[in-house]
Protein backbone atom coordinates (compact mmCIF):
# COMPACT_ATOMS: atom_id res chain seq x y z
CA UNK A 1 0.00 0.00 0.00
CA UNK A 2 2.79 2.27 -0.16
CA UNK A 3 2.02 3.11 -3.36
CA UNK A 4 -1.25 5.06 -1.60
CA UNK A 5 0.45 6.43 1.03
CA UNK A 6 -0.01 9.92 0.86
CA UNK A 7 -3.89 9.38 0.84
CA UNK A 8 -4.12 6.67 3.76
CA UNK A 9 -2.19 9.32 6.20
CA UNK A 10 -4.90 11.96 5.14
CA UNK A 11 -7.55 11.41 8.45
CA UNK A 12 -10.49 11.45 6.29
CA UNK A 13 -8.98 8.63 3.65
CA UNK A 14 -7.21 6.47 5.85
CA UNK A 15 -6.82 2.34 4.88
CA UNK A 16 -10.39 2.29 4.98
CA UNK A 17 -10.88 5.00 2.48
CA UNK A 18 -8.30 3.61 0.28
CA UNK A 19 -10.06 0.17 0.77
CA UNK A 20 -12.95 1.74 -0.38
CA UNK A 21 -11.29 3.13 -4.17
CA UNK A 22 -9.67 -0.43 -4.26
CA UNK A 23 -13.42 -1.77 -4.20
CA UNK A 24 -14.88 0.91 -6.46
CA UNK A 25 -15.92 0.41 -9.84
CA UNK A 26 -16.22 3.26 -12.27
CA UNK A 27 -16.92 3.27 -15.88
CA UNK A 28 -15.79 6.50 -17.80
CA UNK A 29 -17.54 7.16 -21.44
CA UNK A 30 -15.54 8.62 -24.09
CA UNK A 31 -11.36 8.70 -23.64
CA UNK A 32 -10.85 12.24 -24.74
CA UNK A 33 -10.22 15.57 -23.97
CA UNK A 34 -12.19 14.77 -20.81
CA UNK A 35 -11.62 11.44 -20.13
CA UNK A 36 -8.18 11.47 -20.13
CA UNK A 37 -7.51 13.29 -16.78
CA UNK A 38 -10.42 11.59 -15.12
CA UNK A 39 -8.78 8.25 -16.08
CA UNK A 40 -5.71 9.11 -15.22
CA UNK A 41 -6.47 10.69 -11.79
CA UNK A 42 -8.44 7.23 -10.97
CA UNK A 43 -6.17 4.78 -11.96
CA UNK A 44 -3.49 6.67 -9.74
CA UNK A 45 -5.85 6.98 -6.65
CA UNK A 46 -6.37 3.08 -6.84
CA UNK A 47 -10.11 2.61 -8.31
CA UNK A 48 -10.07 -1.09 -8.61
CA UNK A 49 -12.06 -1.83 -11.52
CA UNK A 50 -11.78 1.03 -14.41
CA UNK A 51 -13.91 0.71 -17.29
CA UNK A 52 -12.83 2.71 -20.57
CA UNK A 53 -15.71 3.00 -23.74
CA UNK A 54 -14.56 4.78 -26.85
CA UNK A 55 -14.79 3.48 -30.56
CA UNK A 56 -12.57 6.48 -31.61
CA UNK A 57 -8.90 6.16 -33.14
CA UNK A 58 -6.37 8.68 -31.13
CA UNK A 59 -5.58 11.20 -33.80
CA UNK A 60 -2.66 13.95 -34.24
CA UNK A 61 -4.83 16.84 -33.19
CA UNK A 62 -6.13 14.91 -29.91
CA UNK A 63 -3.11 14.97 -28.60
CA UNK A 64 -3.03 19.01 -27.95
CA UNK A 65 -5.42 17.80 -24.63
CA UNK A 66 -5.99 13.87 -24.55
CA UNK A 67 -2.94 13.83 -22.51
CA UNK A 68 -2.50 9.96 -21.98
CA UNK A 69 -1.73 9.71 -25.56
CA UNK A 70 1.73 9.76 -27.28
CA UNK A 71 2.73 9.87 -31.27
CA UNK A 72 3.22 6.22 -30.70
CA UNK A 73 -0.47 5.61 -30.21
CA UNK A 74 -1.79 7.39 -33.14
CA UNK A 75 -4.61 5.12 -35.08
CA UNK A 76 -5.00 3.32 -32.35
CA UNK A 77 -8.69 2.77 -30.69
CA UNK A 78 -8.71 5.08 -27.30
CA UNK A 79 -9.96 2.55 -24.77
CA UNK A 80 -7.64 0.31 -25.80
CA UNK A 81 -4.07 2.91 -25.74
CA UNK A 82 -5.91 4.25 -22.65
CA UNK A 83 -5.89 1.38 -20.81
CA UNK A 84 -2.10 0.52 -21.80
CA UNK A 85 -1.12 3.33 -20.31
CA UNK A 86 -2.91 3.45 -17.39
CA UNK A 87 -1.88 0.02 -16.77
CA UNK A 88 1.80 1.14 -16.75
CA UNK A 89 1.18 4.06 -14.46
CA UNK A 90 -1.04 1.21 -11.82
CA UNK A 91 -0.55 -2.29 -12.53
CA UNK A 92 -2.55 -3.36 -9.57
CA UNK A 93 -6.05 -1.90 -10.59
CA UNK A 94 -8.44 -3.69 -13.09
CA UNK A 95 -8.39 -1.88 -16.66
CA UNK A 96 -11.05 -2.86 -18.84
CA UNK A 97 -11.54 -1.15 -22.28
CA UNK A 98 -14.48 -1.59 -24.45
CA UNK A 99 -13.28 -0.12 -28.16
CA UNK A 100 -16.79 0.17 -29.36
CA UNK A 101 -19.58 3.15 -29.27
CA UNK A 102 -21.74 3.28 -26.16
CA UNK A 103 -25.57 2.88 -27.52
CA UNK A 104 -29.21 2.34 -26.57
CA UNK A 105 -28.49 -1.63 -26.58
CA UNK A 106 -25.32 -1.72 -24.95
CA UNK A 107 -25.29 0.67 -21.93
CA UNK A 108 -28.11 -0.97 -19.69
CA UNK A 109 -26.10 -4.24 -18.92
CA UNK A 110 -22.10 -2.04 -19.31
CA UNK A 111 -23.78 0.09 -16.36
CA UNK A 112 -24.97 -2.55 -14.32
CA UNK A 113 -21.80 -3.73 -14.03
CA UNK A 114 -20.27 -0.50 -12.52
CA UNK A 115 -20.83 1.84 -9.06
CA UNK A 116 -20.62 5.09 -10.99
CA UNK A 117 -20.65 6.46 -14.42
CA UNK A 118 -18.54 9.01 -16.04
CA UNK A 119 -19.74 11.38 -19.20
CA UNK A 120 -16.78 12.32 -20.86
CA UNK A 121 -18.73 12.69 -24.30
CA UNK A 122 -18.26 14.85 -27.59
CA UNK A 123 -22.38 15.18 -28.35
CA UNK A 124 -25.65 15.40 -26.64
CA UNK A 125 -27.45 12.16 -28.02
CA UNK A 126 -24.56 10.34 -25.81
CA UNK A 127 -24.83 12.60 -22.88
CA UNK A 128 -28.83 12.29 -23.06
CA UNK A 129 -28.27 8.81 -23.10
CA UNK A 130 -25.80 8.37 -20.84
CA UNK A 131 -28.05 10.34 -18.35
CA UNK A 132 -31.33 8.02 -19.16
CA UNK A 133 -29.31 5.17 -18.76
CA UNK A 134 -27.97 6.09 -15.61
CA UNK A 135 -31.72 6.57 -14.74
CA UNK A 136 -33.08 3.31 -15.24
CA UNK A 137 -29.99 1.70 -13.53
CA UNK A 138 -29.81 3.80 -10.70
CA UNK A 139 -26.04 5.01 -10.97
CA UNK A 140 -24.50 7.99 -9.97
CA UNK A 141 -23.59 10.44 -12.84
CA UNK A 142 -20.44 12.42 -12.66
CA UNK A 143 -21.04 14.74 -15.43
CA UNK A 144 -18.84 17.35 -17.35
CA UNK A 145 -18.79 19.72 -20.58
CA UNK A 146 -16.88 21.88 -22.48
CA UNK A 147 -17.17 24.93 -25.04
CA UNK A 148 -14.05 26.57 -25.84
CA UNK A 149 -12.68 28.20 -22.69
CA UNK A 150 -15.84 27.05 -20.49
CA UNK A 151 -16.63 23.97 -18.77
CA UNK A 152 -19.65 23.20 -16.76
CA UNK A 153 -19.45 20.46 -14.40
CA UNK A 154 -22.17 18.71 -12.26
CA UNK A 155 -23.15 14.62 -10.18
CA UNK A 156 -26.30 13.86 -11.64
CA UNK A 157 -28.77 11.10 -10.25
CA UNK A 158 -27.12 10.84 -6.83
CA UNK A 159 -28.89 9.61 -4.02
CA UNK A 160 -32.03 10.75 -5.18
CA UNK A 161 -31.13 14.08 -6.71
CA UNK A 162 -31.84 15.85 -10.28
CA UNK A 163 -30.83 14.38 -13.04
CA UNK A 164 -29.44 15.93 -16.13
CA UNK A 165 -33.14 16.41 -17.90
CA UNK A 166 -33.74 18.09 -14.86
CA UNK A 167 -31.41 21.15 -16.32
CA UNK A 168 -31.73 20.86 -20.03
CA UNK A 169 -34.57 18.57 -20.92
CA UNK A 170 -34.36 18.17 -23.98
CA UNK A 171 -31.49 17.61 -26.31
CA UNK A 172 -31.05 21.35 -28.15
CA UNK A 173 -32.78 22.06 -31.74
CA UNK A 174 -31.00 21.34 -34.43
CA UNK A 175 -28.08 23.64 -35.53
CA UNK A 176 -29.06 25.19 -32.14
CA UNK A 177 -25.41 24.02 -30.87
CA UNK A 178 -22.01 23.02 -32.23
CA UNK A 179 -22.06 19.57 -31.09
CA UNK A 180 -18.90 18.68 -32.56
CA UNK A 181 -15.33 17.36 -31.74
CA UNK A 182 -13.72 19.46 -33.77
CA UNK A 183 -14.68 22.93 -32.11
CA UNK A 184 -11.93 24.55 -30.94
CA UNK A 185 -10.85 24.14 -27.11
CA UNK A 186 -8.02 25.72 -25.15
CA UNK A 187 -6.03 22.49 -24.43
CA UNK A 188 -5.72 22.94 -20.59
CA UNK A 189 -10.05 23.42 -20.21
CA UNK A 190 -10.58 19.29 -20.36
CA UNK A 191 -7.85 18.88 -17.86
CA UNK A 192 -8.94 21.34 -15.57
CA UNK A 193 -13.01 20.31 -15.83
CA UNK A 194 -11.69 16.27 -16.19
CA UNK A 195 -10.03 16.77 -12.68
CA UNK A 196 -13.06 17.98 -11.11
CA UNK A 197 -15.12 15.40 -12.19
CA UNK A 198 -12.31 12.63 -11.04
CA UNK A 199 -12.06 14.75 -7.74
CA UNK A 200 -15.96 14.06 -7.40
CA UNK A 201 -16.04 10.39 -8.26
CA UNK A 202 -13.42 9.94 -5.17
CA UNK A 203 -15.77 12.23 -2.88
CA UNK A 204 -18.46 9.62 -3.90
CA UNK A 205 -16.63 6.50 -3.07
CA UNK A 206 -15.37 8.29 -0.06
CA UNK A 207 -18.22 9.84 1.78
CA UNK A 208 -16.09 13.29 2.69
CA UNK A 209 -16.58 16.63 1.52
CA UNK A 210 -19.63 17.97 -0.25
CA UNK A 211 -20.80 16.43 -3.80
CA UNK A 212 -21.93 18.79 -6.22
CA UNK A 213 -25.47 17.21 -6.54
CA UNK A 214 -28.19 19.65 -7.40
CA UNK A 215 -25.85 22.23 -8.52
CA UNK A 216 -24.02 22.85 -11.90
CA UNK A 217 -20.78 24.23 -11.44
CA UNK A 218 -19.65 26.51 -14.51
CA UNK A 219 -15.83 27.56 -14.95
CA UNK A 220 -14.38 29.79 -17.14
CA UNK A 221 -10.75 29.15 -17.79
CA UNK A 222 -9.89 32.99 -19.05
CA UNK A 223 -11.37 35.21 -16.17
CA UNK A 224 -10.94 32.04 -13.55
CA UNK A 225 -14.60 32.90 -12.78
CA UNK A 226 -16.71 29.89 -11.29
CA UNK A 227 -20.46 30.31 -11.03
CA UNK A 228 -22.80 27.90 -9.43
CA UNK A 229 -26.53 27.29 -10.22
CA UNK A 230 -28.72 25.38 -8.10
CA UNK A 231 -30.80 22.73 -10.24
CA UNK A 232 -34.19 21.05 -8.53
CA UNK A 233 -34.72 17.78 -9.66
CA UNK A 234 -37.93 17.38 -11.75
CA UNK A 235 -40.22 14.43 -11.48
CA UNK A 236 -42.12 14.82 -14.16
CA UNK A 237 -38.55 14.45 -16.56
CA UNK A 238 -37.28 11.17 -14.54
CA UNK A 239 -40.71 9.73 -14.41
CA UNK A 240 -40.72 10.50 -18.61
CA UNK A 241 -37.21 8.09 -18.33
CA UNK A 242 -39.09 5.62 -16.71
CA UNK A 243 -42.19 5.20 -18.46
CA UNK A 244 -40.30 4.62 -21.54
CA UNK A 245 -37.44 2.82 -19.75
CA UNK A 246 -39.18 -0.83 -21.51
CA UNK A 247 -38.39 0.72 -25.08
CA UNK A 248 -35.05 2.19 -24.43
CA UNK A 249 -33.04 -0.69 -25.87
CA UNK A 250 -35.14 0.11 -29.38
CA UNK A 251 -34.02 3.47 -29.53
CA UNK A 252 -31.24 4.40 -32.23
CA UNK A 253 -28.44 7.10 -31.54
CA UNK A 254 -28.69 9.48 -34.69
CA UNK A 255 -25.17 11.04 -35.54
CA UNK A 256 -25.65 14.70 -34.83
CA UNK A 257 -23.15 16.92 -36.50
CA UNK A 258 -25.23 19.60 -38.44
CA UNK A 259 -22.57 22.51 -38.29
CA UNK A 260 -19.95 20.81 -40.03
CA UNK A 261 -22.78 19.26 -42.26
CA UNK A 262 -23.06 20.61 -45.92
CA UNK A 263 -25.88 21.61 -47.65
CA UNK A 264 -26.55 22.45 -51.23
CA UNK A 265 -29.67 23.87 -52.89
CA UNK A 266 -31.34 22.01 -56.38
CA UNK A 267 -30.47 25.29 -57.40
CA UNK A 268 -26.82 25.23 -57.28
CA UNK A 269 -26.77 21.89 -59.13
CA UNK A 270 -26.17 23.08 -62.56
CA UNK A 271 -25.07 19.32 -64.03
CA UNK A 272 -25.75 15.80 -63.86
CA UNK A 273 -22.20 14.60 -64.77
CA UNK A 274 -19.28 13.56 -62.87
CA UNK A 275 -21.25 13.51 -59.62
CA UNK A 276 -22.75 10.54 -57.29
CA UNK A 277 -26.17 10.83 -56.44
CA UNK A 278 -27.07 9.13 -53.44
CA UNK A 279 -30.58 8.00 -52.66
CA UNK A 280 -30.65 6.94 -48.97
CA UNK A 281 -34.33 6.60 -48.78
CA UNK A 282 -35.17 2.73 -47.96
CA UNK A 283 -36.25 0.94 -51.08
CA UNK A 284 -39.86 1.05 -51.23
CA UNK A 285 -40.20 4.54 -51.03
CA UNK A 286 -41.77 6.42 -54.08
CA UNK A 287 -41.23 8.26 -56.23
CA UNK A 288 -38.56 5.85 -57.71
CA UNK A 289 -35.76 6.81 -59.90
CA UNK A 290 -35.96 5.69 -63.51
CA UNK A 291 -34.38 8.60 -65.16
CA UNK A 292 -31.20 9.43 -63.87
CA UNK A 293 -28.15 7.12 -62.50
CA UNK A 294 -28.11 6.99 -59.10
CA UNK A 295 -26.62 5.13 -56.50
CA UNK A 296 -29.67 3.69 -53.82
CA UNK A 297 -28.39 2.88 -50.12
CA UNK A 298 -31.07 3.64 -47.29
CA UNK A 299 -29.47 4.99 -44.43
CA UNK A 300 -29.80 1.92 -41.98
CA UNK A 301 -27.65 0.09 -44.73
CA UNK A 302 -25.26 3.21 -45.08
CA UNK A 303 -22.60 2.34 -42.68
CA UNK A 304 -22.06 -1.02 -43.66
CA UNK A 305 -22.01 0.19 -47.78
CA UNK A 306 -18.93 2.54 -47.65
CA UNK A 307 -17.70 0.94 -50.29
CA UNK A 308 -20.60 2.05 -52.60
CA UNK A 309 -19.11 5.37 -52.33
CA UNK A 310 -17.36 6.96 -55.57
CA UNK A 311 -14.57 8.65 -53.28
CA UNK A 312 -13.49 10.91 -56.88
CA UNK A 313 -16.56 12.45 -57.48
CA UNK A 314 -18.50 14.88 -55.66
CA UNK A 315 -21.35 13.51 -54.15
CA UNK A 316 -25.11 14.57 -53.44
CA UNK A 317 -27.01 12.95 -51.23
CA UNK A 318 -30.84 13.00 -50.80
CA UNK A 319 -33.86 11.59 -49.28
CA UNK A 320 -37.82 12.53 -49.09
CA UNK A 321 -37.08 16.13 -47.61
CA UNK A 322 -33.65 16.72 -46.57
CA UNK A 323 -33.66 15.76 -43.07
CA UNK A 324 -32.19 11.91 -43.43
CA UNK A 325 -29.74 12.92 -45.93
CA UNK A 326 -28.11 15.31 -43.63
CA UNK A 327 -27.42 12.22 -41.07
CA UNK A 328 -26.34 10.81 -44.23
CA UNK A 329 -23.30 13.13 -45.05
CA UNK A 330 -22.87 12.69 -40.94
CA UNK A 331 -22.12 9.70 -41.56
CA UNK A 332 -19.93 9.96 -44.54
CA UNK A 333 -18.11 12.08 -43.23
CA UNK A 334 -17.11 10.00 -40.08
CA UNK A 335 -16.26 7.59 -42.24
CA UNK A 336 -13.66 10.31 -43.89
CA UNK A 337 -15.59 10.77 -46.75
CA UNK A 338 -15.13 14.65 -48.19
CA UNK A 339 -17.38 16.22 -50.72
CA UNK A 340 -20.53 14.62 -50.11
CA UNK A 341 -23.61 17.66 -49.52
CA UNK A 342 -27.16 16.70 -48.39
CA UNK A 343 -29.36 18.20 -50.37
CA UNK A 344 -31.93 20.86 -49.41
CA UNK A 345 -35.15 19.86 -51.08
CA UNK A 346 -35.89 16.18 -52.12
CA UNK A 347 -36.16 13.58 -54.76
CA UNK A 348 -39.54 15.70 -55.98
CA UNK A 349 -36.92 18.43 -56.88
CA UNK A 350 -34.11 16.49 -57.87
CA UNK A 351 -36.61 14.74 -60.77
CA UNK A 352 -37.75 18.29 -61.59
CA UNK A 353 -34.75 19.65 -62.24
CA UNK A 354 -33.14 16.96 -64.12
CA UNK A 355 -35.79 17.35 -66.90
CA UNK A 356 -35.24 21.20 -67.16
CA UNK A 357 -31.99 20.77 -67.15
CA UNK A 358 -32.40 17.69 -70.11
CA UNK A 359 -34.83 20.18 -71.94
CA UNK A 360 -32.89 22.81 -72.13
CA UNK A 361 -29.76 20.86 -73.40
CA UNK A 362 -31.79 19.76 -76.06
CA UNK B 1 -35.40 47.77 -11.71
CA UNK B 2 -31.52 47.04 -12.73
CA UNK B 3 -30.97 43.95 -13.70
CA UNK B 4 -27.38 41.94 -14.12
CA UNK B 5 -27.21 39.46 -17.24
CA UNK B 6 -24.80 37.20 -17.20
CA UNK B 7 -23.96 35.06 -20.72
CA UNK B 8 -22.09 31.95 -20.81
CA UNK B 9 -20.54 29.88 -24.12
CA UNK B 10 -22.29 30.43 -27.34
CA UNK B 11 -24.63 33.10 -25.72
CA UNK B 12 -21.54 35.08 -24.60
CA UNK B 13 -20.83 34.87 -28.29
CA UNK B 14 -24.12 36.29 -29.73
CA UNK B 15 -24.28 38.93 -27.02
CA UNK B 16 -20.25 40.24 -27.78
CA UNK B 17 -20.27 40.51 -24.16
CA UNK B 18 -20.15 38.28 -20.68
CA UNK B 19 -22.29 40.66 -18.30
CA UNK B 20 -24.44 43.68 -18.94
CA UNK B 21 -26.90 45.65 -16.76
CA UNK B 22 -30.55 46.19 -18.21
CA UNK B 23 -33.24 48.34 -16.80
CA UNK B 24 -36.45 46.13 -16.40
CA UNK B 25 -39.78 47.25 -15.67
CA UNK B 26 -41.33 44.04 -16.23
CA UNK B 27 -43.53 41.21 -14.26
CA UNK B 28 -42.05 37.72 -15.72
CA UNK B 29 -38.57 36.40 -16.97
CA UNK B 30 -40.92 35.92 -20.36
CA UNK B 31 -41.11 39.37 -20.28
CA UNK B 32 -37.19 39.74 -19.86
CA UNK B 33 -36.29 37.35 -22.63
CA UNK B 34 -39.05 39.40 -24.94
CA UNK B 35 -36.25 42.46 -24.12
CA UNK B 36 -33.55 40.31 -24.45
CA UNK B 37 -34.83 39.01 -28.22
CA UNK B 38 -35.59 42.27 -29.34
CA UNK B 39 -32.22 43.34 -28.51
CA UNK B 40 -30.42 40.29 -29.80
CA UNK B 41 -32.44 38.46 -32.75
CA UNK B 42 -30.00 35.41 -32.57
CA UNK B 43 -31.29 34.63 -29.64
CA UNK B 44 -34.39 33.33 -30.48
CA UNK B 45 -32.11 30.13 -32.46
CA UNK B 46 -30.41 29.28 -29.42
CA UNK B 47 -31.13 27.17 -26.46
CA UNK B 48 -30.70 28.02 -22.79
CA UNK B 49 -31.72 27.65 -19.36
CA UNK B 50 -32.26 30.79 -17.13
CA UNK B 51 -31.49 31.09 -13.65
CA UNK B 52 -32.41 34.06 -11.77
CA UNK B 53 -29.55 34.79 -8.68
CA UNK B 54 -28.00 30.97 -9.31
CA UNK B 55 -31.88 29.46 -8.93
CA UNK B 56 -33.46 27.74 -12.30
CA UNK B 57 -35.89 29.32 -13.14
CA UNK B 58 -39.11 28.77 -15.84
CA UNK B 59 -40.71 31.14 -18.57
CA UNK B 60 -43.53 32.03 -15.67
CA UNK B 61 -41.08 32.97 -12.87
CA UNK B 62 -41.25 36.68 -11.64
CA UNK B 63 -38.12 38.90 -11.50
CA UNK B 64 -37.12 39.49 -8.22
CA UNK B 65 -34.43 41.40 -9.73
CA UNK B 66 -30.70 40.79 -8.88
CA UNK B 67 -29.05 38.54 -11.35
CA UNK B 68 -29.92 36.91 -14.60
CA UNK B 69 -27.79 34.11 -16.00
CA UNK B 70 -28.17 32.73 -19.62
CA UNK B 71 -26.68 29.15 -19.92
CA UNK B 72 -26.79 27.07 -23.15
CA UNK B 73 -25.69 23.26 -22.70
CA UNK B 74 -22.09 22.21 -23.65
CA UNK B 75 -21.51 18.85 -25.61
CA UNK B 76 -18.06 19.03 -26.06
CA UNK B 77 -15.21 16.91 -24.29
Known amino acids: ?362 | MKITVKYFGMIAETTQCEEEIIDFSGNFISDFLKILHSKYPELKNKGFQVAQNQELVSLETGVTGGEIALLPPFAGG
Not at chain 1, 46 to 72: H, P
Not at chain 1, 76 to 97: F, M, P, V, W, Y
Not at chain 1, 273 to 302: A, C, G
Open chain 1, 1 to 362: MNRYNRHIILSEIGQTGQEKLLNAKVLVVGAGGLGCPVLQYLAAAGIGTLGIIDFDVVETSNLQRQVLFGTSCLGQNKAEAAKKRLEDLNDEISIIAYPEKLTYQNAIDLFKQFDIIVDGSDNFETRYLVNDACIITNKPLVFAAIYKFEGQVSVFNYENGPSYRCLFPNSPKKDAVPNCSEMGVLGVLPGIVGSMQANEVLKIILGIGNVLSGKLLCYNALNSQTFILRINKSETEIAKVLKEQSDFHKKQLIENCDFITSEISIKDISTFENMQFIDVRELHELPKIESIHITSIPLSELENSINKIDTEKQKVVFCQSGIRSKQAVSILNKANIKNCYSLKEGVEQIIDAYEVLKTSQN
